[in-house]
């Protein structure tokens, strides 16, 4: 394990990134039970907190006893899928802060749950995939696959249940297929585009506001 004072100062930076994003999301759920309650049934909710915390935990546990050597090659190629789980995990972040601050200042409504929810579900998988990535002895390219498929996914869910609300969003696919391009290559880039054409045609033939 390298010592603190040999991490790159980007890696130190994405740890504390990540740590207030692991502290800040459980912190509201729990200080803010209207908000949780806005996510149903209940228990959904309480299984979506408890894995808010569980995986976090897990990551930090893994970056504890492995995961600092890892994260210490973020300049070689190999080391850009773990930027681009970090990078995953905070723009979740950033979806849910947006949509509880709707909740909040709205009240409970249904696109208002389905986009905490779908904001949520992002997260928990958002952390899931640095788990996996941490715990893998090299990295996979199929793994960096599907979770580019599941990114297109969720945030085609969150610009549909927001609608109006959560339509400044959509920019974030320019940004995929950019970002996909410029770390991962051609490959990368063509395949981002695509998902991200599939994905917000599929927004804008089923979401009112865009069409």
Do not use: K
């Not at 999301?25 to 299984?47: H, K």
């Not at 995929?176 to 998902?195: C, H, K, Q, S």
């Not at 599939?198 to 804008?204: K, N, Q, R, Y």
């Amino acid at each position: 394990m390298l010592p603190a004072d040999q991490l790159p100062p980007h890696v130190a930076i994405a740890a504390v990134a990540l740590s207030i994003a692991a502290t800040a999301v459980p912190l509201a759920l729990i200080l803010e039970p209207e908000l949780r309650g806005q996510v149903a049934p209940p228990r959904f909710a309480n299984l979506l907190l408890g894995l808010l915390l569980s995986v976090p935990a897990g990551v930090g546990l893994a970056a504890a006893f492995s995961g600092l050597r890892r994260l210490s090659r973020f300049d070689n190629g190999a080391g850009w899928i773990y930027e681009a789980a970090v990078l995953r995990i905070l723009v979740a972040a950033m979806l849910f802060s947006h949509a509880a601050v709707v909740g909040v200042l709205s009240g409970p409504s249904s696109a208002g749950s389905r986009m905490l929810l779908t904001a949520e579900a992002g997260l928990v998988v958002g952390w899931l995939v640095l788990l996996t990535l941490l715990m893998r002895l090299t990295a996979s390219i199929w793994l960096r696959r599907c979770a580019a498929v599941l990114d297109a996914a969720i945030l085609a869910l969150f610009l549909h249940f927001g609608g109006q609300d959560a339509a400044g969003w959509y920019p974030v696919y320019l940004l995929l297929i950019v970002y996909g391009g410029f770390r991962f290559g051609v490959g990368a880039l063509v395949g981002n585009a695509a998902l991200a054409v599939l994905g917000f045609g599929a927004v804008a033939a089923t979401t009112a506001f865009w069409q």
